[in-house]
């Protein structure tokens, strides 16, 4: 199979065999081009040795970002291309980090410390596709696979757990059965990973197109890092709304909505609260009042402890603790939302809605609809530029106090009801209707 590699990866290449060295694209990037995506990032690797790299490509920008591991990167116009030597690597004391390595002549010994076959295949322009561990046999089958024992893969460094799941959720791939007993087994390591490489591959993770599969048969991995689920495994929700447990209301939530990682973050805590508030009634149907905010309140406790940025965390909690609310098509409903949440949450939050009904019972659909016709008088609202917010008025404080207002308190309780009058239909927007009401607000 031809790979066709860009300019700059082949010209970096080149002048490493110019040298009297060999040097391949290799992990990743060939894994990507094999499947007919576009990698996000290009790596090579070579037998020349750090200082060899350098003196073959002495025209360019050297940045030697980890030179103890035989790795410099050199920046391109189009991205940054990662060389490393070819290695191998002592015991991993931390299951982290390799204690040492060694630099070595051989391919096949750098290829076989790689995580999984699919990322341990190397590319060349005259050699074609290095593939001593059957990487393309498993990319044919759809298949992660360790290379290698996969107890020895996963101890080396722990992060390697959550990556199998990642690239079978993004890859759509199955794990095979030895990775995946090892990937159980193995679980705990993840307790000793930074929180940021975590947050990083969970966060791919939910993106991923089988993330229902991976999120249902490793949920003990998962709760290693976020134990907030446990609760959730399941547990019944005996209310004629819902027709799975609450963690399968919540995997089927997260499937229902677009790969966008705010949205999924946002289905993925969104009743992980509710176990936390179970009640039943007197015929022994299941409540669960006070679940939105009690899932917000978890979720900022979750976000915060993998450090998600603040922004991300604030929004996801925000739509977690307004998912339960109802929406109306109702213009005047619309424009009282738009005014509280503002158009981007208020359009988010549609999104939630629709993806936690999805994941109900078929007797729930009927709110798709109305979910649907809300979201129309939003266009509407937001198209033809409404007033909803008081800096829509026609009017502002300096109007009402050029008007005889008294600056202070009364100003702020003046503009409140002008935007409940326009809003209900009761004055026009214009600045002559606008201080005619709030004269006869004044006088009230």
Known sequence: ?????????????????????????????????????????????????????????????????????????????????????????????????????????????????????????????????????????????????????????????????????????????????????????????????????????FTKLLCGKNVFDVLQDYREAIAVFIPEIRPCFGFAQNNPHHIYDVWGHILKAVQSIEPDPLLRAAMFFHDIGKPLCYTEDAGGTGHFYGHAQRSAETAQAVLKRLRYPRRFSEMVTELVGLHGITVSPDEKAVKRRLNKTGEKIFRLLLKVKEADTKAKSPVCFNQLGILEATEKTLDRVTGEKECFTQKDLAVNGFDLMSAGFSEGKGIGDTLRSLLDAVIDGKCENTREELLKYAEKYKKQ
């Open 1 to 201: 199979m031809e790979i066709k590699l860009p300019s700059h990866v082949q010209n970096i290449i080149s002048l490493l065999e110019r040298g009297g060295f060999e040097a391949y694209a290799v992990g990743g990037c060939v894994r990507d081009s094999v499947l007919g995506r576009v990698p996000n990032d290009w790596d090579v690797t070579t037998s020349a040795k750090p200082h060899e790299v350098e003196k073959c490509l002495c025209g360019f920008k050297i940045i030697e970002t980890g030179l103890k591991h035989g790795t410099v990167t050199v920046p391109t116009a189009t991205g940054p291309v990662e060389i490393t030597t070819y290695r191998i690597d002592g015991g991993y004391s931390d299951n982290r980090h390799p204690d040492s390595v060694r630099f070595t002549d051989d391919l096949k010994a750098d290829l076989s410390r790689r995580d999984f076959t699919v990322n341990a295949m190397a590319y060349g322009a005259s050699r074609g596709i290095v593939d001593y561990f059957g990487g393309m046999d498993d990319i044919r089958r759809g298949v992660i696979r360790c290379v290698g024992e996969p107890e020895k893969r996963f101890n080396e460094d722990g992060l390697r757990v959550l990556r199998a799941l990642r690239f079978s959720s993004v890859l759509g791939f199955s794990v095979e059965g030895g990775t995946s007993l090892q990937i159980n087994a193995c679980r705990e390591l993840l307790g000793g990973i930074a929180h940021e490489r975590v947050r990083d591959e």
